[in-house]
């Protein structure tokens, strides 16, 4: 027996932006090819003329390549129709498909003409690789319609002759097809094709265990990659959404889970899209970053979100917060949120001080002003050297720990911020260097002592 060579599909309805489910059968499908060294069609889906655009096909098209998935093959239904014709005509002629003109559903005033299948009404049952045997009674099928005229056809139709003639082993795809394949299975008998095999693996759901949508978030793949989600990350993630690998491994790139990949290993029940564990998955590949590659992905962002809220932004500054912006972040937006929220203005500008707040909760204002009277002399001596924020720790740390960490510290921190949460004043004092370090002790010693 020859073994048949393997081939999966990608078929897309380009009626909407590449749906993060249209992602996940993709990569599926993807890594079964690739497993199996086989190849991959893309079908643009496109016969509902009024709801498919060119602008949703080029956007699928260029999500899935961005995820680095690719094909082999390429067709387009609108372009096909003369072959569905030809495959309609020959049903007709053996009588297995009938013309029918009857009422219009839209407005029975009006007569339609229609092509239904001879639906011979018997048990339909095939092996799916996910769920075992699935049986179907197709009596109550009836002679369903299979193409609005002869060259009009049907998404059923098109579907079995593009997967016979394109020669598609494995029909990779979500549960909700389950229920066309019987009609599938009928069109294909009649035109006697042979039955590729069927995996209908379980749909991922909204965190409310409800049907994703676009009330529940983002479900499109651009707004992830619009955040600055990365394609491995997205990828992975996609990937391990109802599938875990035998290794149980979970940052895995895609050749190391085309290894373990495995149709059979698909979980049963629905998978839950969970933001936050997207988000986890996004920093870890985030922190395996260099420092140029973070750079990268990083000051852009930071550059749009500062000049947005009129901060001039200043690229050596920008270069010294790197490593503290990748702590703060799972995802680039992050940097844009924090950005808005001024958690990084102080860097940029002077913070405006409220007195009230400079000492920590447990001290006066005259300890405070003590306190930052110490540092300032003790940071004017520091050689230029030792300004990086181990030398300005080791110049306070004594001090600090005879008279109480939060006293001395606190207002230090405050001083430089204007925050109640910041970085430590070590670490801010290294990067806004020694000139406006010490100009913000003398403002805060000023509001104080006012
Ligand atoms: N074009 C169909 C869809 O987007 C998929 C058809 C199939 O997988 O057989 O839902």
């Known amino acids: 027996m020859s073994l048949k060579a393997i081939k999966v599909r990608f078929p897309p309805s380009p009626t909407g932006y590449c749906h993060v489910g249209t992602a996940r059968m993709a990569v599926l499908n993807y890594m079964f090819a690739k497993k199996m060294g086989g190849t991959i069609v893309f079908r643009s889906e496109d016969t509902d003329r009024e709801r498919s655009t060119k602008e949703f096909e080029e956007d699928i098209v260029h999500e899935l390549k961005w995820l680095g998935l690719e094909w082999d093959e390429f067709y387009r239904q609108s372009e096909r129709t003369p072959t569905y014709t030809r495959e309609l005509q020959r049903l007709i002629d053996e009588d297995k498909a009938y013309l029918s003109k009857e009422p219009s559903k839209k407005d029975p005033s009006i007569e339609v003409e229609v092509v239904r299948l001879r639906n011979p009404g018997k048990s339909i049952t095939f092996t799916d690789i996910i769920r075992g045997d699935i049986t179907f009674d197709t009596t109550e099928l009836g002679d369903f319609a299979i193409a609005r005229a002869v060259d009009d056809p049907l998404y059923h139709l098109t579907v079995v002759i593009d997967d016979a003639l394109m020669g598609i082993t494995h029909v990779i795809r979500g549960e909700d097809h389950i229920s066309n394949t019987p009609r599938q299975i009928l069109i294909q008998e009649a035109l006697g094709y042979s039955r590729p095999e069927y995996a209908h693996f379980p749909l991922h759901l909204a965190a409310d265990k409800s049907k994703l949508s676009k009330r529940k978030g983002d479900v499109a793949v651009r707004s992830y990659r619009e ?222 002592a006012a």
């Open 227 to 448: 955040k600055g989600f990365l394609p491995e990350a997205l990828l992975n993630y996609l990937a391990m959404l109802g599938w875990t690998p035998p290794s149980g491994r979970e940052i895995m790139n895609i050749d190391e889970m085309i290894a373990e990949f495995d149709l059979h290993d698909l979980h049963k029940s629905a998978a839950v899209f969970d933001l936050e564990k997207l988000r986890w998955f996004n920093r870890q590949y985030v922190e395996r970053m260099n420092e140029d590659e973070f750079a990268q992905y990083a000051l852009p962002v930071f550059k749009s979100a500062l000049e947005e809220k009129g901060n001039s932004y200043d690229e050596r500054l920008a270069g010294k917060l790197l490593s503290l912006l990748r702590e703060r972040i799972d995802v680039a937006s992050d940097i844009k949120e924090a950005v808005a929220e001024g958690e990084f203005d102080f860097f940029f500008i002077k913070p405006t001080l409220d007195p009230a707040r400079i000492p920590d909760k447990k001290s006066e204002a005259g300890a405070a002003l003590k306190h930052l009277s110490f540092a300032r002399d003790a940071l004017t001596e520091i050689s230029d050297s030792a300004w990086t924020a181990e030398g300005i720790k080791d110049a306070l740390w004594e001090y600090a720990t005879a008279e109480g960490r939060g006293a001395v510290l606190w207002p230090l921190r405050y001083a430089l911020s204007g925050r109640d949460k910041s970085p430590d004043p070590f670490l801010i004092a290294s990067i806004i260097g020694r000139e406006s370090t010490l100009a913000r002790i003398d403002d805060a010693r000023t509001v104080l």
